[in-house]
């Protein structure tokens, strides 16, 4: 079966402790680093792919123009497609070193995981009171 994301005790942490900015950051970190993934056959991957060609289209334009400095941007749910596509079209040199940089950093709010891990025993126990009474007379 499916395996839990990392992030999502993270995730329930914060949103049981209240912490509703921690818990929207890390479900967009999430959607980043798995959006490109599980696009693969979905109206909105077909639509990025599609861009994906016009704006490899159009660098082609501007190389046939004789423009020898040409910068692309484009958002992270196109990477792995531009990537194959400008690799594929263009003789594209890979970089020989490869330096992160950290983008954000999301830390919960402070207590945050004492409260959450409170509160997560007595949400399941509470949930398990409501789904018992479905075996009572």
């Given amino acids: 079966g499916a395996t839990a994301s990392p992030t999502l005790r993270p995730i329930v942490r914060a949103a049981l402790s209240g912490d509703v900015k921690s818990a929207r950051a890390l479900a967009l970190a999430q959607t980043l680093i798995t959006g490109e993934r599980v696009q693969t056959k979905t109206l909105a991957g077909e639509i990025v792919r599609k861009r994906n060609l016009k704006a490899v289209a159009s660098v082609q334009v501007a190389v046939d123009a004789g423009c020898r400095s040409i910068a692309l941007l484009f958002g992270a749910l196109h990477m792995r497609d531009m990537r194959s596509l400008l690799e594929k ?20 709010a402070e207590g945050a995981a004492a409260r959450a891990e409170m509160v997560l025993p007595l949400a399941a126990l509470a949930l398990l009171a409501i789904d018992a009474g479905d075996w009572l007379d």
């Avoid at 594209?92 to 919960?108: F, G, H, M």
């Fill in 89 to 108: 079209e263009f003789d594209i040199q890979a970089a020989v070193e490869t330096r992160w940089d950290t983008a954000w950093n999301i830390s919960l």
